[in-house]
């Protein structure tokens, strides 16, 4: 479908890419160059010198076939619109699917239902977060907000539309809700999403990527431009466009400017490099809450999921426990602050034969198994008599049915061999900022205004965990019913 009246022109994200990373976040002049005052250019830049030519036209065009992405297409879908989710992966569920699926909400009237006394209000979670945004009573009302949606995500899954979460089983995490087959197994969750998405009608276009956002010739934005498995560029014209491309850890860059202290972690994310981000600042708008994430990630999730509900214990290499090892998000930052950059999981064959099994065989030949207390110092490379005091004291510990140094009261169970462990290091898996948004999840300009037509959810939008993700996504889908209903 090639341009006729209308001209159109994609916005060149290279420059956005530089200024986010130099701490600008004005757009692109015409000259491709970034203007000196960081504002909004009253044009844009052409990637190269190809001309915008569409070759598809839909109504929403969704950028991002994540948990937010996935919820941002049903209802403008279900209400009859043309909607395209585009991915640059050959399937949907982004970085969600794979992870531990520790799907933390308190809002949730499920919540309230199985787990009453971890339920808080919107009001109390206002008072519970309150403290901590003093100076910032717009992330309050945008945690509150997500809060809120993300308990909506949780209903949605169970009551409309039947998902059974896991029973509730004794660990430090009441308010979680798990996947129905256990640690790791987030792929039933979606296959249902999917189910639903696919129902509304709305379609997916896999291994295609984003590259930058089209505008018209007045500058309201019109779609987007993609490069597509053959390298060709693939432009599609659409009323609206949602970004719901991630975060950008990947993109070292931006973490040596926004998160210095783990910049130099291994990552274990690719892709996610803050394209859909830097697209937003190209087209005019700003960043909000760019820092470092709550906390990092262990290679292995074996290495400290497994702690959320069996016995297991965290040694350093010096033979010290180092943190509750129900506190499960506490080990990587936790050997990092005790000067390590590694350490061990010990568990036994309660949890190794327990429900768990994709996330033990995630971890693959990490796992390594020894039948007595000499085997395992030698295959973790452990003096013997470190290996004993470590044992000894968390027998004592068991004994006693008390842990003086770090208050840990589930899961206190002497291990028998045979023992199982793996040598676990930190990693960045997760960012933290991306676009500022409205209430409505519209991509804001520097004055605090929506840019029309533009949307943006999930980690592109600042989200870090899988609930407050896919309660962005319904909102902004609730939100592109109402907009775009004609």
């Given at each position: 479908m090639s341009m006729n009246r209308r001209q159109f022109c994609a916005l060149g994200t290279a420059g956005a890419l530089t200024a986010i990373a130099a701490g600008m976040v004005g757009c692109a002049n015409e000259s491709g160059k970034l203007s000196d005052t960081g504002a909004a250019a009253p044009a844009a830049t052409a990637l190269g010198d190809a001309s915008v030519n569409f070759g598809q036209e839909v109504d929403i065009l969704v950028v991002g076939a994540g948990i937010s992405g996935m919820f941002a297409a049903i209802d403008p879908a279900a209400a009859g619109k043309n909607v395209l989710i585009v991915d640059q992966n050959a399937t949907y569920g982004g970085d969600a699917i794979y992870s531990a699926a520790c799907q933390m909400c308190s809002t949730a009237k499920l919540t309230e239902?199985?787990?009453?006394?971890?339920?808080?209000?919107?009001?109390?979670?206002?008072?519970?977060?309150?403290?901590?945004?003093?100076?910032?009573?717009?992330?309050?009302?945008?945690?509150?907000?997500?809060?809120?949606?993300?308990?909506?995500?949780?209903?949605?899954?169970?009551?409309?539309?039947?998902?059974?979460?896991?029973?509730?089983?004794?660990?430090?995490?009441?308010?979680?809700?798990?996947?129905?087959?256990?640690?790791?197994?987030?792929?039933?969750?979606?296959?249902?999403?999917?189910?639903?998405?696919?129902?509304?009608g709305a379609n997916y276009l896999f291994e295609t990527t984003f590259k930058t956002l089209i505008t018209d010739e007045s500058g309201a934005i019109a779609g987007a431009r993609f490069v597509q498995k053959d390298g060709s560029l693939l432009d599609i014209k659409a009323q609206a466009v949602v970004l719901a491309t991630g975060g950008y850890v990947s993109n070292q860059e931006w973490m040596v400017k926004y998160a210095p202290e783990w910049a130099f972690l291994g990552n274990i994310v690719s892709g996610r490099k803050g394209d859909g981000i830097a697209a937003g600042v190209a087209a005019g708008g700003t960043l909000a809450g760019m820092t470092a994430s709550s906390n990092l990630n262990p290679r292995y999730e074996a290495g400290h999921m497994l702690g959320t509900f069996y016995p297991l214990i965290g040694l350093l290499p010096n033979g010290k426990r180092f943190y509750c090892e129900t506190a499960v998000h506490d080990a990587a930052t936790g050997a990092l602050a005790a000067g390590y950059n590694e350490w061990y999981s010990i568990w036994d064959g309660v949890a190794q034969n327990g429900i768990d099994q994709e996330v033990i065989a995630h971890a693959g030949n990490a796992i390594q198994t020894a039948n007595t207390v000499e085997e395992l110092a030698e295959k973790m490379g452990l003096a013997l008599e470190t290996v004993q005091a470590a044992l000894a004291n968390w027998d004592a510990i068991c004994d006693n049915q008390e842990d003086p140094d770090f208050g840990k009261t589930l899961f206190l169970q002497k291990l028998q061999p045979p023992y199982y462990f793996l040598r676990n290091y930190p990693v960045r898996y997760k960012s933290c900022g991306g676009l500022a948004v409205s209430d409505r999840m519209e991509v804001l300009d520097e004055g605090g205004n929506p840019i029309p037509n533009l949307y943006a959810c999930g980690c592109t939008a600042g989200t870090e965990d899988i609930v407050p993700a896919a309660g962005s996504g319904m909102l902004v889908s609730t939100t592109l019913a109402e907009d775009y209903a004609a």
């Open positions: 239902e199985e787990r009453p006394d971890k339920y808080m209000s919107p009001e109390e979670v206002r008072e519970k977060f309150a403290p901590y945004y003093e100076d910032n009573p717009e992330g309050l009302d945008r945690t509150v907000l997500l809060q809120d949606w993300g308990g909506r995500y949780i209903d949605r899954m169970h009551y409309d539309w039947g998902y059974q979460f896991q029973e509730l089983r004794e660990s430090p995490y009441h308010q979680a809700f798990f996947p129905k087959d256990g640690l790791c197994t987030m792929k039933s969750e979606f296959e249902l999403i999917n189910e639903k998405v696919t129902e509304a």
